[in-house]
T-cell receptor
Framework: GNSVTQMEGPVTLSEEAFLTINCTYT??????LFWYVQYPGEGLQLLLK?????DKGSNKGFEATYRKETTSFHLEKGSVQVSDSAVYFCALSNAGGTSYGKLTFGQGTILTVHP | EAGVAQSPRYKIIEKRQSVAFWCNPI?????LYWYQQILGQGPKLLIQ????????DSQLPKDRFSAERLKGVDSTLKIQPAKLEDSAVYLC??????????????FGPGTRLTVL
């Protein structure tokens, strides 16, 4: 079955530091990959996505590249801000079968950025 | 455009009691999802509707959980009777048109359930 594994957290950084949150997956076929973010007191919202191998998703300074050879979709940002403090979820969805469109999530990584 | 609405936002009940959650998806969205998010874990799909038909309910504990989506719009998720391990945040999400690869799901704020 499908699964997503995120790096152990939480992650604590100083403002302007470089961020990497690792994500690897197991899936059949050619899944789409997503990063969702949950800010304190808010619902999950899509941060970025990629739908095929070697695609790069980007938004708000965050980037992630779909690497089929390493089954990875690591999230990166060159300079984090205090406002980036949130919980980040890596997720995938399959293109076929009875689970069409269903999201499988990782366990989430808590990011705290200090001034 | 209004987002996904859920109510109540918080609910505290005793074990063996019943509880119901309501979700109103974004207008025109054909696909509706209910997820369970236990503290420290990622959301897990409970049930997926396409209009008012069930697409996937393989992870729904059918002995105690039920869900319906009347007229293909609003949806209700019920737990009867509740157990301690049902304490979680219940998330509703919707997506436009048919579910498919790369299609974004829009999430509501969730209902936090505590079972004592």
């Amino acid at each position: 079955g499908n699964s997503v594994t995120q790096m152990e957290g939480p992650v604590t950084l100083s403002e302007e530091a470089f961020l990497t949150i690792n994500c690897t997956y197991t899936a059949t076929g050619y899944p789409s990959l997503f990063w969702y973010v949950q800010y304190p007191g808010e619902g999950l919202q899509l941060l970025l996505k990629a739908t095929k191998a070697d695609d790069k998703g980007s938004n708000k300074g965050f980037e992630a590249t779909y690497r089929k050879e390493t089954t990875s979709f690591h999230l990166e940002k060159g300079s984090v801000q205090v406002s980036d403090s949130a919980v980040y979820f890596c997720a995938l969805s399959n293109a076929g079968g009875t689970s069409y469109g269903k999201l499988t999530f990782g366990q989430g990584t808590i990011l705290t950025v200090h001034p | 455009e209004a987002g996904v609405a859920q109510s109540p936002r918080y609910k505290i009940i005793e074990k063996r009691q019943s509880v119901a959650f309501w979700c109103n998806p974004i207008s025109g969205h054909a696909t509706l999802y209910w997820y369970q998010q236990i503290l420290g874990q990622g959301p897990k799909l409970l049930i997926q509707f396409q209009n008012n038909g069930v697409v996937d309910d393989s992870q729904l504990p059918k002995d105690r959980f039920s869900a319906e989506r009347l007229k293909g719009v609003d949806s209700t998720l019920k737990i009867q009777p509740a157990k301690l391990e049902d304490s979680a945040v219940y998330l509703c999400a919707s997506s436009p048109g048919l579910a498919g690869p790369g299609v974004e799901q829009f999430f509501g704020p969730g209902t936090r359930l505590t079972v004592l």
